[in-house]
């Protein structure tokens, strides 16, 4: 199942720093690459999304960097705030019906 | 908003016995999907539906595992004989266009602990 590799497993960063989740991909098949942010008790919602057809998207402090030669990805969390603090999924899928999750990342974000 | 429900919350049951987990998708998705997460590890895909039948499946779905759609709202997951290493979070989730196009909506989860 191991399609999707994510790092760190763990973050700890201050309130106002920079969070960087990585993730990397092994199907070239893959042409669509979510971010999805769990609190705890809850199950996963979308953060935010990218195809390979850019090499990177926005969204308020949330920016995905997508490198397709390099098959990898990562989520950029700036002005990082103690409510970001929850479990980051990348996930990828492609001309099939099953999303792959990454490992996750625990982000703390300390006041 | 429109959600994803899922019943039970927490079940807790014998090894060996059935457990059927039920999930009520948003309305108008057509896509559906059972995830599982143990203890709070990685989000593993087990199987998607779509137009009554399964689309994709994962190594994990094997002969003990089915789902169904048994009344045009309903989507369960049926576990035949549980085993120990079945102790976790089971998560639906629907999809308007599928999750090549769209977002995957997720419910709260079902947490199974089988003794």
């Known amino acids: 199942q191991q399609q999707v590799k994510q790092s760190p497993q763990s973050l700890i960063v201050q309130k106002g720093g920079i969070s960087i989740i990585n993730c990397a991909y092994e199907?070239?098949?893959?042409?669509?690459f979510p971010w999805y942010q769990q609190f705890p008790g809850k199950g996963p919602a979308l953060l935010i999304a990218?195809?390979?057809?850019?090499s990177e998207k926005k969204e308020g402090r949330f920016t995905i960097s997508f490198n397709k030669s390099a098959k990898q990805f990562s989520l950029h969390i700036m002005d990082s705030q103690p409510g970001d603090s929850a479990t980051y999924f990348c996930a990828a899928t492609g001309n099939n019906n099953d999303m792959r999750f990454g490992a996750g990342t625990r982000l703390t974000v300390k006041p | 908003e429109p959600e994803v429900t899922q019943t039970p919350s927490h079940q807790v049951t014998q090894m060996g016995q059935e457990v059927i987990l039920r999930c009520v998708p948003i309305s108008n998705h057509l896509y559906f999907y059972w995830y599982r997460q143990i203890l709070g590890q990685k989000v593993e895909f087990l199987v998607s539906?779509?137009?009554?039948?399964?689309?994709?499946k994962s190594e994990i779905f094997d002969d003990q595992f089915s789902v169904e759609r048994p009344d045009g709202s309903n989507f369960t997951l049926k576990i035949r004989s549980t085993k120990l290493e079945d102790s976790a979070m089971y998560f639906c989730?629907?999809?308007?266009?599928?999750?090549?196009?769209?977002?995957?909506?997720f419910g709260e989860g079902s947490r199974l602990t089988v003794l």
């Open positions: 539906f779509y137009n009554n039948e399964i689309s994709e």
């Open positions: 989730a629907s999809s308007q266009w599928g999750g090549r196009t769209g977002e995957l909506f």
């Open positions: 990218i195809r390979p057809d850019v």
């Open positions: 199907n070239t098949a893959f042409d669509y």
